[in-house]
């Protein structure tokens, strides 16, 4: 797939929220509604974010060299950390605002924020609908800020109908803080996985001990130390071990075995280190059998 192909969902939310955003900013200055103004300005921070992810995904498809013989691939993760950093400044806006807005509720033309938001909340929809799906931590970050720029017009929705039905103005402030809420959760588990990944933490699903015991139970395998297994930015896994065996001549056969143990939890990318002298048994990575 050509480079253009692969960023076209975050090339086209780029554009398509860039554009909105210009035309929410006008419609809220027309209806003297700070509510979305507001969302304007958390639309502009959308369009940040999604640059973010794009500048990533391209510097991450950079060939590695002598210098970098990883490549560039952790760039994502680290576009996601930041994204996910930004999360949580736009919730304390957010939360700073609503408190400003209770204490003295603005005159809002609840029908203009009503059909704007409307609008706003088909264009969000959209835009999730091409980012959804993926493994990709970076899309991921760019997502959650498209899913609270979506909660965000839904409280506008809610809010414009309820300020032409009863012409309470606090409602705007109060939904607020719900979509607050749920940009916090989101960036603590992006804030979560990157730091996680970016520790080469081992995978919450696959079961590090239910590995070992299955090597060790592989034919010619008396002993298993240092294993370890981490996330590459492509999303695939990777594991690395020191493996006794009873005999070098047989290691052909079973490097064969292991790979196909690794296979099993869909670990890819495997390297062993076949050893005939016995681990140091105070080690804690030390595993043999007895």
């Not at 955003?21 to 940040?48: I, K, P, Q, R, T």
């Not at 959209?126 to 760019?142: F, K, Q």
């Amino acid at each position: 797939m050509s480079h253009a192909g692969h960023n076209h969902p975050l090339n086209a939310a780029i554009w398509l929220t860039a554009a909105f955003m210009l035309v929410e900013f006008v419609g809220g200055y027309m209806a003297n509604s700070l509510a979305l103004m507001a969302d304007a300005g958390h639309m502009a921070s959308d369009v940040l974010a999604l640059g973010i992810a794009l500048a990533a995904q391209r510097i991450a498809m950079r060939p590695a060299h002598a210098g970098m013989t990883y490549g560039y691939g952790r760039v994502k993760v680290l576009a996601a950390q930041v994204n996910g950093l930004t999360l949580w400044f736009l919730c304390g806006w957010i939360v700073w605002e609503a408190v400003g807005r209770l204490q003295h509720p603005p005159q809002v033309q609840g029908s203009m924020v009503l059909i704007i938001a409307s609008i706003g909340l088909v264009i969000n929809l959209v835009i999730m609908r091409w980012l959804h799906g993926s493994h990709d931590l970076n899309t991921r970050a760019a997502y959650w800020h498209v899913l609270g720029d979506a909660l965000g017009s839904v409280a506008a929705i809610v809010a414009g109908a309820v300020i032409m039905l009863t012409g309470w103005m606090p409602i705007d402030p109060i939904l607020s803080f719900f979509v607050a809420v749920v940009l916090a959760w989101g960036g603590w588990r992006l804030l979560r996985e990157t730091t996680l990944e970016l520790m080469e933490a081992s995978p919450r699903h696959i079961d590090l001990d239910n590995v070992q015991q299955q090597m060790l139970q592989t034919k010619g395998v008396i002993g298993v130390h240092h294993i370890h297994i981490w996330r590459l930015p492509n999303s695939s896994y990777a594991a690395s071990a020191h493996v006794q065996v009873q005999s070098m001549q047989d290691w052909s056969n079973i490097s064969q075995r292991l790979n196909d143990v690794f296979k099993a939890f869909e670990i890819e990318h495997v390297t062993l280190q076949p050893e005939l002298d016995a681990c140091d048994e105070n080690d804690m990575y030390c595993s043999d059998i007895k």
